[in-house]
């Protein structure tokens, strides 16, 4: 029997315990070069990305680093485990599925690189 594969949808890899909104940002150029070793690569990214901060729940004084992925369950957790190995362990690192309406970029930029990898939208 074939193997079927998930579905892609958004998830989210929340970096929690930074004390300033500056040293969540510091994350960024790290992360980066974990999912996307070449910036200078032909597209499409093998996992469409992007990047947020938002205050955490629990408290004003600590902000949340938040790396949306579109795409399978296992890759997101393949994804957070990285993430995590990266910060290390005075960060606590959670993956939860997000919403799609949130991450709207990353649901177009999947759609618009499958459809340009099968040469249907190129430019």
Not at 56 to 68: H, K, R, Y
Not at 83 to 103: D, K
Request: hydrophobic share 35%; with cysteine.
């Amino acid at each position: 029997m074939p193997m079927v594969e998930e579905e892609p949808r958004v998830y989210e890899i929340r970096i929690h315990g930074c004390p300033t909104s500056q040293e969540a940002l510091a994350l960024q150029v790290p992360i980066e070069r974990l999912l996307c070793p070449d910036p200078d690569h032909a597209p499409p990214c093998e996992i469409p990305w992007s990047f947020t901060l938002t205050g955490e729940e629990d408290t004003d004084a600590s902000t949340a680093f938040v790396l949306g992925v579109y795409t399978s369950s296992a890759r997101a957790t393949q994804v957070a485990d990285r993430v995590r190995a990266l910060v290390g362990e005075t960060r606590t690192v959670a993956l939860s599925e997000g919403e799609a309406g949130e991450w709207e970029e990353l649901v177009e930029q999947y759609r618009f690189e499958k459809g340009w990898a099968r040469g249907s939208g190129a430019l």
